[in-house]
């Protein structure tokens, strides 16, 4: 794929360039200058005599000018006014701006909370200029005050984002981290290409990527400080220091499937989207802290967990009882389980009954059970027939499933459940 500059050298060297199709998805605080990272990009669209298309929901024709350093002057510029009929509300403050105005090169959408209006006033647009345009997005965030509701934006997202990529242009989108739920962002991030956090702390700037198709170095996923410079019109990153690459996808990978959960059982538990877990296990993204601590919790590990070092090959045999206690794959009322093993062949679950507890659906249906009482005393119902079993009994059973365990005692049972 074709490589082009976002107009900050350091930025590039960050995160290896743009590539010709990509959707940048910059999630920003206030604060952040975030304004700086989009007019370096449109001098370097216009340097290498590129059209820029700038769509506005978030502020009037003349701070948008202001803010992007009045690239009006430029011929290849088109401004995509959404904001004076939107937010705006055709007050005499925004259209008097026309009225001093006579040129082609700013679009007045006029009615943008029609969704579908301003789709086809866009794709107008891209039809009526040549092929490679490159596009900023001022405000997803200033889309949702318009629109009403996240799933509007996104439903817009998902259909814009893989037309601009097939289009082979580069878009920038702009969104409010803190407007936002985690899911609306995690939804985001796996349709779109790249995405760049931009956040302050202690009065220090950090960028850092979030998702990153198709580059190989993961340095960019780490926080780098910026610092504005050149009188306020250029970006330096500061580099960090390179440390050896955290696989912690491949971990969230091996405690799901220790578990025998599945990605779609897991992305429902966190509400995030199949696809999103499948790239996150494939380390083609990054949580957030959020959707990382629901997923260490729908694994029923500490996130600590996540960060131990791999033990060495000749302990592979050895399950330490902390590490059975830590996978916690059965949660109900009364009832927990706790994965010891799962290759696919061989399933072996600790089981514990708190007292008086009564169960019927945690036994899978399907292949070989052997069930085996440790502690306490249970009673069991299969085929209509009860029968009690206490500390040393067993039950094989091929294809039946109990209709009803309980704890009969005053104390935790514990069973042994191994599944073939």
Request: glycine share 6%; hydrophobic share 35%.
């Amino acid at each position: 794929m074709d490589k082009i500059t976002s107009g900050i050298k350091d930025l590039d060297r960050l995160i290896d360039s743009l590539y010709i199709g990509d959707n940048v998805v910059w999630e920003v605080e206030a604060g952040t200058a975030f304004e700086l990272f989009v007019q370096n990009f449109i001098r370097q669209s216009f340097d290498e005599n590129q059209n820029v298309i700038y769509v506005s929901f978030n502020k009037s024709p003349h701070s948008a000018l202001q803010q992007i350093d009045n690239a009006l002057s430029q011929e290849k510029f088109t401004l995509l006014d959404c904001f004076t009929s939107g937010k705006g509300k055709n007050d005499r403050a925004f259209i008097k701006f026309y009225e001093n105005y006579s040129g082609t090169n700013v679009i007045k959408v006029d009615n943008p909370s029609d969704i579908t209006h301003f789709t086809d006033v866009l794709n107008s647009l891209e039809d009526n200029l040549p092929s490679g345009n490159r596009y900023i997005f001022d405000s997803l965030t200033g889309m949702q005050d318009l629109w009403g509701d996240e799933n509007s934006t996104y439903k817009f997202f998902t259909y814009i984002c893989p037309r601009l990529y097939d289009l082979g242009t580069v878009a920038y989108w702009i969104l409010e981290k803190e407007a936002h739920s985690p899911a609306f962002k995690a939804n985001l991030r796996h349709i779109t290409q790249v995405v760049l956090e931009l956040y302050k702390r202690k009065d220090k700037l950090y960028i850092k990527a979030l998702k990153l198709e198709g580059r190989p170095d993961r340095e960019a996923f780490k926080p780098h400080p910026y610092e504005i410079e050149n009188n306020k019109k250029s970006i330096a990153i500061t580099p960090v220091r390179k440390e050896p690459f955290f696989d912690i996808g491949t971990k969230i990978k091996e405690l799901r499937t220790n578990i025998g959960m599945s990605q779609k059982e897991l992305a429902e538990k966190v509400d995030l989207t199949p696809s999103f877990i499948s790239q996150l296990e494939n380390n083609q993204i990054n949580p957030s802290l959020h959707s990382f601590i629901q997923i260490c919790n729908a694994l029923g590990v500490n996130f600590s967990t996540l960060f131990e070092e791999n033990k060495s090959e000749d302990a592979q045999w050895l399950i330490k009882k902390e590490k059975i206690f830590s996978h916690l794959s059965i949660n109900e009322t009364g009832l927990k389980g706790y994965r010891i093993v799962n290759n696919g062949n061989v399933s072996g679950t600790l089981i514990l009954l708190e007292p008086y507890t009564k169960t019927e659906n945690f036994i899978p249906a399907e292949g070989i059970k052997l069930i085996y009482v440790l502690k306490g005393a249970i009673s069991v119902v299969i085929k209509n027939k009860g029968e009690t079993l206490r500390s040393g009994d067993s039950m094989y059973l091929k294809k039946e499933v109990p209709s009803l365990l309980k704890n009969e005692g005053g104390d935790n049972a514990e069973l042994l459940l191994l599944c073939a």
